[in-house]
């Protein structure tokens, strides 16, 4: 009877080790989620203010005809250029720039910025940043990481270089070209205050996207501001989704 008593209390021990284990673990995957470096996905404001932004990587493209789109309702957005389509459309980038839209740095060769050293990120930036200066004396503030991808350790790098790291809320996924009205309706549909919005350059149904989208939320009471304008620069913090809040 003794015996089968301590069994029983040995059992009931490891149970409860493995428990306890559990839950430790759990905790503390929990903590490291709530710590992670995130980049910006939206703002939580009270106005009706979202921002259009553009990855510019590969082509001249739309980009001519974006702009005239955006003159025509004179809003302002923000574009995300690589170094390489810098050198290939300098014209281009004066002109994104001269009309009043902001200019973010997404890198010089639009690289995988989890599989590179920080060193070569670094570099990656101050080239595309150099290059962006050069054409038009204005020093990028807003960086968004290639394709998205980023780890905690890659968006520490972005912003010891003094820039923001933008990501979106929106995706319109426009470089799949699925198709204008399901390209228009998920925009649509997920857009809120605050929303940063995914476009490119190259993609087919955007340009005749673009102004149902801006009538569209214009009619709703929203303002197009540039994602410099959006996002807090100071005295904020983050929650698990990258939403950006003002501490005051």
Same mark, same amino acid.
């Given at each position: 009877?003794?015996?089968?008593?301590?069994?029983?209390?040995?059992?009931?021990?490891?149970?409860?080790?493995?428990?306890?284990?559990?839950?430790?673990?759990?905790?503390?995957?929990?903590?490291?989620?709530?710590?992670?470096?995130?980049?910006?996905?939206?703002?939580?404001?009270?106005?009706?203010?979202?921002?259009?932004?553009?990855?510019?990587?590969?082509?001249?493209?739309?980009?001519?005809?974006?702009?005239?789109?955006?003159?025509?309702?004179?809003?302002?957005?923000?574009?995300?250029?690589? +170094? /390489?389509? #810098?050198?290939?459309?300098?014209? =281009?980038? *004066?002109?994104?720039?001269?009309?009043?839209?902001?200019?973010? $740095?997404?890198?010089?060769?639009?690289?995988?910025?989890?599989?590179?050293?920080?060193?070569?990120?670094?570099?990656?930036?101050?080239?595309?940043?150099?290059?962006?200066?050069?054409?038009?004396?204005?020093?990028?503030?807003?960086?968004?990481?290639?394709?998205?991808?980023?780890?905690?350790?890659?968006?520490?790098?972005?912003?010891?270089?003094?820039?923001?790291?933008?990501?979106?809320?929106?995706?319109?996924?426009?470089?799949?070209?699925? +198709? /204008?009205? #399901?390209?228009?309706?998920?925009? =649509?549909? *997920?857009?809120?205050?605050?929303?940063?919005?995914?476009?490119? $350059?190259?993609?087919?149904?955007?340009?005749?996207?673009?102004?149902?989208?801006?009538?569209?939320?214009?009619?709703?009471?929203?303002?197009?501001?540039?994602?410099?304008?959006?996002?807090?620069?100071?005295?904020?913090?983050?929650?698990?989704?990258?939403?950006?809040?003002?501490?005051?």
């Amino acid at each position: 009877m003794k015996l089968s008593k301590k069994i029983f209390i040995i059992v009931i021990l490891i149970i409860v080790s493995v428990i306890s284990s559990l839950v430790f673990k759990e905790r503390t995957i929990g903590v490291f989620s709530n710590t992670r470096n995130l980049p910006i996905y939206s703002v939580d404001i009270k106005e009706k203010k979202i921002a259009l932004t553009f990855d510019v990587s590969w082509g001249k493209d739309n980009t001519e005809e974006i702009l005239d789109i955006l003159d025509k309702y004179n809003v302002k957005a923000s574009f995300f250029l690589v +170094g /390489g389509w #810098i050198d290939m459309y300098p014209e =281009l980038v *004066k002109k994104i720039y001269d009309k009043g839209h902001e200019l973010g $740095n997404h890198t010089d060769k639009h690289p995988d910025l989890t599989r590179i050293s920080r060193d070569k990120i670094i570099s990656e930036i101050s080239i595309n940043d150099a290059k962006i200066m050069n054409l038009t004396g204005f020093e990028p503030k807003i960086f968004r990481c290639p394709s998205g991808s980023y780890n905690s350790s890659v968006i520490k790098t972005i912003e010891s270089t003094g820039h923001y790291a933008i990501q979106w809320d929106v995706d319109s996924i426009d470089w799949r070209e699925e +198709g /204008g009205e #399901i390209e228009l309706n998920r925009v =649509l549909k *997920k857009t809120k205050p605050g929303s940063i919005i995914l476009f490119h $350059n190259n993609a087919k149904n955007t340009p005749g996207n673009l102004p149902k989208i801006i009538e569209y939320f214009k009619k709703s009471g929203y303002q197009f501001v540039k994602v410099g304008d959006l996002i807090y620069k100071n005295n904020y913090y983050m929650d698990q989704s990258g939403k950006q809040y003002n501490n005051n």
